[in-house]
């Protein structure tokens, strides 16, 4: 049922962002472009590990934009954020030293707050509502916080749902949250650790394997497709089947570098960039089931908890609806909007489920 309802959302939301783009008036303003065949070199930072699912997703993504532009935009891409760490990687796109980034929402915490909605504990249950609810906020003017920072969006990249990776020992009930040490990387995520009574951590995507091999944290919150690439099955020995929230991958432009392109290369370019968008919405429907099949198979044992015991824990963290809306209302923008507006797709997504 899942399945069937993720494809069928998929669809529906390829449909709304091509409605949305506007492509028809882009179009017209392409076909009065010149002969201009200046060649447009550009880098491309993916944060995904070389020979992972997702890097060769971005290596395939690549070669499509080379082949619709006939050459005339050629990317080079660098996996596994080794241009730099995180935040430098933000800051240089934004400032144009890098052309083009794939980046996780948590790998540089703050600096996108409003898309911190699809990762707060429990309010989204599945890739496509999440996916759905960041293109229904772009176009509707409440995600500024990219085109305001100098970012033109491609396309954003959900992931599969977040759970917990443990070593050594199980969570079996809210009490054995106190004292461990858990990995996070969203605001939300690190407030609902602390609520349960757990130490939260932040650490990079890159050096979470090694600080759970050596004892630094007890468990770590990640996607299993990210837990698979990043051989998180090899420290850990247990895997929590209890989705808690989606995590958010953005791929980006810098807006001067897109400004620079003629119209019909960037008409070319977001054409592309839609079809890998709905390409990448299938290869998330299968992430979860195959990445937890593939480290079950590893050793790490899947398990899951009480019906009783997963009420415990979403009632002790509901309240972090309400501090999202204070946090991002804080920093200008509106929250009890923002958070309306999600509310409204996912009744529509859930509705397709009963």
Not at 120 to 147: C, D, H, K, Q
Request: proline share 4%.
């Amino acid at each position: 049922m899942k399945k069937g309802f993720l494809k069928i959302a998929a669809a529906i939301l390829l449909a709304m962002v091509l409605a949305s783009c506007g492509g028809s008036e882009k179009a017209e303003t392409a076909a009065d472009s010149t002969d201009d065949q200046t060649v447009y070199e550009w880098r491309l930072s993916d944060t995904n590990p070389e020979g992972t699912p997702l890097a060769k997703f971005f290596d395939q993504f690549v070669k499509d934009v080379e082949a619709a532009t006939n050459g005339r935009v050629k990317i080079t891409c660098y996996h596994g954020n080794s241009l730099g760490s995180p935040m430098d990687l933000v800051g240089m796109t934004k400032d144009g030293g890098l052309e083009v980034l794939n980046m996780g929402i948590g790998q540089a915490m703050g600096e996108f707050p409003v898309s911190d909605i699809v990762q707060v504990p429990f309010f989204v249950s599945n890739p496509t509502t999440a996916a759905e609810i960041m293109w229904r906020l772009y176009y509707e003017g409440l995600l500024p916080e990219y085109e305001g920072e100098g970012l033109k969006v491609l396309f954003f990249m959900p992931t599969d749902m977040q759970m917990i990776a443990l070593v050594d020992k199980k969570i079996e009930s809210i009490g054995d949250f106190k004292g461990m040490k858990i990995r996070a990387n969203s605001g939300s995520v690190i407030s609902a650790i602390e609520a349960l009574g757990a130490s939260p951590v932040s650490i990079t995507t890159t050096e979470v394997y090694m600080s759970l091999e050596r004892g630094v944290i007890d468990a770590a919150i990640s996607s299993p497709g990210a837990m698979r690439a990043f051989k998180f099955y090899e420290a850990c020995d247990y895997l929590l089947n209890f989705p808690i929230c989606t995590g958010l991958n953005y791929t980006v432009v810098n807006m001067e570098t897109w400004n620079s392109l003629p119209a019909d290369l960037q008409v070319i370019l977001e054409d592309v960039s839609r079809k890998a968008y709905y390409q990448y919405m299938y290869v998330v429907d299968w992430e979860e089931r195959s990445a937890t099949d593939s480290m079950a198979k590893a050793g790490m044992k899947p398990y899951e908890i009480s019906p009783a015991v997963q009420a415990q824990i979403k009632s002790a963290t509901a309240y972090l609806v309400d501090d999202y809306i204070k946090t991002v209302t804080d920093l200008g923008f509106d929250g009890k909007k923002i958070v309306e507006t999600a509310n409204e797709v996912v009744a529509r997504c859930e509705a397709h489920l009963r």
